[in-house]
């Protein structure tokens, strides 16, 4: 809503005053009165005022640490400070993150409804080890900034409504062992920069809106242990470099739109596969059961909705959801 243009309180007082006035109200109401008039919006909306409303109220909030937060899915012991930082103008997200968060190693607000948007300030916070916004209400894109948090061993931003691209600066988070970004509205292609993580061994980045192909950089991943990428709209074919992740125990490409034969030389080589969903994709020729055949880890693979042939071959104790040769999903276990 746009501020009103006249009021009794437009001219009468110099802009200090207003300033000195306001900054005795909690910053979390203070939008509420940059609608009075444009003088006070103005005065109330600058860097200046920001710093000092804030600096009044800073210090008589609890100091923001991992023990402030019980478990996962339940309603964290926050301000409304806390809440309104993510909506808030740039100047008071900066200020906020520089006098209140500074210090802090574990961000972790999941299931508090949230709204607004990940704040560009975030890249502040270098201290943090674990950011975990899970299940919220945020909205917008992830800020190149995240890039800024090089200690970070675990992002968990899943659960939103965050749009854009993954940013490539995504790839500077070297400690990430652990990095969800699933249940978004995130597009574009899963940027080559995420070669550089090479501690991860989870990435979760299923049922978005990705698109192109897998990076052939994912390879460098050796050490990822869970890896989905399902419900997208990945095009392509499966890289080759796959099979260097010999650690994987879960693998999922399900429902994209990769195409291609499945790669020889590859899944043979994942001897530790557990779990891998390939159904739904636009996958050709023949099915190299010989490579399968060879996981003995391999529980559970499934490959229908695709355009396979010679689906039918038995994999001894593994269960296998098939495809017939033309691609109908039937509900038949060879076992």
């Known amino acids: 809503m746009?501020?009103?243009?006249?009021?009794?309180?437009?001219?009468?007082?110099?802009?200090?005053?207003?300033?000195l006035i306001f900054s005795f109200i909690n910053p979390s109401l203070v939008h509420k009165y940059q609608r009075l008039c444009k003088h006070i919006y103005a005065c109330l909306s600058g860097q200046h005022f920001a710093f000092m409303n804030l600096s009044r109220f800073i210090g008589t909030i609890t100091p923001f640490t991992q023990?402030?937060?019980?478990?996962?899915?339940?309603?964290?012991?926050?301000?409304?400070?806390?809440r309104a930082w993510w909506s808030w103008n740039e100047h008071y997200q900066y200020?906020?993150?520089?006098?209140?968060?500074?210090?802090?190693?574990?961000?972790?607000?999941?299931?508090?409804?949230?709204?607004?948007?990940?704040?560009?300030?975030?890249?502040?916070?270098?201290?943090?080890?674990?950011?975990?916004?899970?299940?919220n209400c945020l909205r917008g894109v992830i800020p190149a900034s995240i890039g800024?948090?090089?200690?970070?061993?675990?992002?968990?931003?899943?659960?939103?409504?965050?749009?854009?691209?993954?940013?490539?600066?995504?790839?500077?988070?070297?400690?990430?062992?652990?990095?969800?970004?699933?249940?978004?509205?995130?597009?574009?292609?899963?940027?080559?920069?995420?070669?550089?993580?090479?501690?991860?061994?989870?990435?979760?980045?299923?049922?978005?809106?990705?698109?192109?192909?897998?990076?052939?950089?994912i390879g460098y991943c050796r050490d990822i242990l869970f890896l989905s990428l399902g419900e997208n709209k990945l095009t392509g074919e499966i890289p080759e470099t796959l099979g260097c992740l010999t650690k994987l125990n879960v693998l999922g490409l399900d429902r994209n739109r990769?195409?291609?034969?499945?790669?020889?030389?590859?899944?043979?080589?994942?001897?530790n596969l557990q779990y891998c969903g390939l159904e739904g994709n636009e996958l050709k020729g023949d099915v190299p059961w010989h490579e399968f055949s060879s996981l003995k880890?391999?529980?559970?693979?499934?490959?229908?909705?695709?355009?396979?042939?010679?689906?039918?071959?038995?994999?001894?104790?593994v269960g296998v959801k098939l495809n017939t040769v033309h691609g109908s999903l039937t509900n038949r276990w060879c076992n």
Not at 258 to 271: A, K, M, Q
Request: charged share 10%; proline share 7%; net charge positive.
């Open 2 to 19: 746009s501020p009103v243009t006249q009021s009794p309180f437009q001219f009468q007082l110099p802009p200090e005053l207003t300033c």
């Open 258 to 271: 990769l195409n291609g034969r499945i790669p020889l030389g590859v899944f043979g080589r994942l001897v």
């Open 95 to 135: 200020f906020y993150a520089t006098l209140r968060l500074q210090s802090t190693k574990h961000l972790e607000l999941p299931y508090n409804n949230l709204v607004g948007s990940i704040p560009v300030s975030i890249g502040a916070l270098t201290n943090l080890t674990s950011l975990n916004l899970q299940n």
């Open 148 to 217: 800024c948090l090089v200690n970070l061993y675990d992002l968990n931003l899943s659960g939103n409504n965050l749009q854009g691209g993954i940013p490539l600066e995504i790839g500077c988070l070297v400690n990430l062992t652990s990095l969800n970004l699933s249940a978004n509205e995130l597009g574009g292609y899963i940027p080559l920069s995420i070669g550089y993580l090479s501690r991860l061994r989870t990435l979760v980045l299923n049922r978005n809106q990705l698109t192109g192909p897998i990076p052939w950089t």
């Open 67 to 82: 023990s402030s937060f019980p478990a996962l899915r339940r309603k964290t012991n926050i301000t409304e400070m806390d």
């Open 297 to 317: 880890s391999l529980a559970i693979i499934y490959l229908g909705g695709n355009r396979l042939r010679n689906c039918d071959m038995p994999l001894g104790k």
